[in-house]
């Protein structure tokens, strides 16, 4: 079956086939953070699914070429490394690294490349693009020194959020406060230096500024992927004005369609709002792990429901996607014992079949079919928890052999490379394997409360202990 996804610009499922003749390779674009603060868990909604959607696609055999910018010049930065008294890169190279960090704990793959606003070879290419713009009559040189879109030239501009140019006048969403602009509409290419910048500046053409946040993205996609993507991604926030305007200036330059699908997730919420930094109702990461939630339980918590339905963040829910994880956790761990058993490996052939080289299973056709139907993840983990509950079934009635559970962990490696939700096998550190040990000689001397004792003490320390029908097992809480 075909992947199809909802694209924005059509409002409409659409099976996914990328540009290339060879039908393999795939260019995706992907908007990355704004450095000026820790992104919040509300950003990371936005490239979990990005990340989700990369894997599905390489899972189906698909060669993605990913690209996500830093934006690492705007009003925010700048006002940021103004107030901490530090030069701009010093003040978002913290930030930078504080994301990368957090793409690790999140284990999110990494894009091919991380372009930055600031490299000389990207504003380079900013630069050339509005040069184009301006020989074309689409862009314009206002009083104010800074060069606009000129919006009334595109006539396209609008179809990707599907409002009339008039509209705009009436939403609001524009500032009307800058008067020297042709349209309420038209926003700005370059930013002409004011005193506000300080020692931020490069200089162009059109006099001494910075680039607008819209042409950043125009310039490094094209710069990286070329001027046509099969995927672009962004929250719904970003469809406008910002995806407009990426449409808009690259399509103004190239004369050529942008972008063949656009696809964008709907908001991480909190008591029915948006999660954003503007409103101070935001957790970072870093929240989240220091209440002891690992970064797969985050992973999982963000990722479970269907990136187009609004998500409500709450800590029930992390509690939810941490016996989610228990449970995964539980399986695979019997099914290593069972594999390792070889006395079982004449057990009777069974109900539910296990993978087999020659055919597809039942369960493995049912995760990789849901998530071909516009990355249906609730439809990927109803398949993956029947096989849990069945196989769970089978191994309870003595039914499955050695071989039948080396399938299913087969099975399993294939499905946990697009959920990326394992267990951490790293092996306990000492002090830690030590005081589990000891919680199982409580445990077996009866000393409930010294069990209990030796609980808190590794939960303290950031793992935590369980006691299954396999005996106890220690999971790490906070961290990766
Ligand atoms: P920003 O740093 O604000 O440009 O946002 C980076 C990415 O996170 C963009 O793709 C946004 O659309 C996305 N985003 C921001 N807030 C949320 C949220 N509450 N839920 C989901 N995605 C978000
Ligand atoms: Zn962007």
Redesign the pocket.
């Known amino acids: 079956m075909a992947v199809r996804l909802f694209n924005t610009y059509s409002r409409a499922l659409e099976e996914f086939r990328p540009l290339d003749p060879t039908g393999r390779e795939v260019k995706m674009y ?5 450095v000026y603060s820790h ?2 868990i ?6 979990l699914f990005e990340d989700l959607l990369q894997r599905h696609l390489e899972g189906r055999g698909f060669d993605v070429r990913r690209v996500m910018n830093i ?1 690492d010049v705007d009003d925010k930065t700048i006002r940021g490394s103004r107030e901490a008294d530090v030069p701009l890169a010093e003040f978002t190279s913290q930030f930078k690294k504080a994301f990368f960090d957090d793409l690790d704990t999140l284990r999110i793959k990494r894009a091919d490349s991380f372009p930055e606003a600031t490299d000389p070879r990207e504003i380079a290419k900013m630069i050339e693009m509005i040069g184009t713009l301006m020989e074309r009559g689409l862009a314009y040189q206002a009083e104010d020194k800074s060069i606009y879109f000129r919006i009334n030239k595109f006539p396209d501009y609008g179809k990707l959020a599907h409002f009339d140019l008039e509209e705009l006048r009436s939403t609001g969403r524009v500032k009307s406060d800058e008067y020297d602009k042709e349209h309420i509409g038209d926003f700005a290419l370059w930013k002409a230096w004011d005193e506000a910048d300080g020692p931020v500046k490069w200089s162009s053409p059109w006099g001494a500024g910075r680039p607008g946040w819209h042409i950043e993205c125009s310039a490094m996609a094209t710069q990286l992927l070329g001027d046509q993507l099969d995927i672009h ?6 469809i406008f004005p ?1 995806h407009e305007a990426e449409i808009a200036q690259t399509e103004g330059c190239t004369g050529k369609k942008f972008v063949r699908c656009w696809l ?6 909190v008591e029915g709002q ?4 503007s409103l101070g109702n ?1 957790y970072t990461l870093r929240d989240v792990l220091a209440k002891g939630y690992s970064g797969r339980e985050v992973r999982y918590a963000l990722m479970r429901v269907h990136y187009r339905a609004p ?1 409500n963040f709450t800590w029930e829910g992390m509690e939810e996607a941490r016996q989610a994880l228990g449970r995964i956790d539980d399986w695979v761990e019997r099914l290593r014992v069972e594999a390792s058993d070889t006395n079982k490996s004449k057990a009777p052939s069974s109900k539910l079949q296990a993978p087999e080289k020659h055919q597809a299973p039942k369960a493995e056709s049912g995760f990789r079919q849901a998530l071909d139907d516009d990355l249906n993840i609730s439809g990927a983990l109803g398949a993956l928890f029947e096989t849990i509950r069945e196989t769970n079934r089978q191994m309870d009635a003595g039914e499955t052999g050695a071989e039948e559970a080396k399938s299913w962990l087969e099975w399993w490696k294939g499905v946990d490379g697009v959920l990326q939700i394992s267990g951490d096998e790293a092996e306990l550190p000492a002090e830690i394997a030590e005081l589990a040990e000891a919680r199982v000689q409580a445990r077996l001397a009866k000393d409930w409360r010294k069990s209990d004792e030796l609980r808190d003490v590794l939960a303290a320390r950031g793992w935590e202990a369980r006691d299954t029908k396999d005996g106890q097992k220690i999971t790490r809480r906070g961290g990766a």
Request: aromatic share 10%; net charge positive; proline share 3%.
């Open positions: 992907t908007c990355g953070p704004t992104a919040h509300g950003n990371f909604r936005a490239y934006t991604c962004g929250g719904v926030d970003n910002h964008h997730c709907a908001h991480l919420m948006k999660m954003a930094k935001f998500l």
